[in-house]
């Protein structure tokens, strides 16, 4: 499974994460995510999720990996 930065998770639970960054070192790939809330980020640090090292291998188990190209097309069409 393939993943850049500025992809979109889609959670089963309806949740919308973004990949901030991607770092691998020698036990593997890892991602930080954080959650994404009608079209921006939360801006206060106690409103947003932000979840830190989480292996790539796992991401598909959090949810769907949808495209930043997709994804962008359908928040400009949702969100304005």
Do not use: C, W
């Not at 960054?21 to 999720?49: A, E, H, P, R």
């Not at 997709?70 to 069409?77: P, Y």
């Amino acid at each position: 499974m393939s993943f850049k930065v500025g992809d979109y998770i889609l959670t089963k639970h309806n949740n919308l994460f973004r990949i901030m960054n991607i770092y691998t070192d020698d036990t593997g790939t890892y991602v930080d995510i954080k959650n994404y809330v009608v079209g921006q980020f939360y801006k206060s640090d106690n409103n947003y999720l932000h979840l830190r090292a989480v292996p790539g291998d796992q991401l598909a188990k959090i949810g769907k990996i949808v495209p930043e190209e997709k994804a962008s097309k359908m928040l400009k069409i949702l969100y304005g």
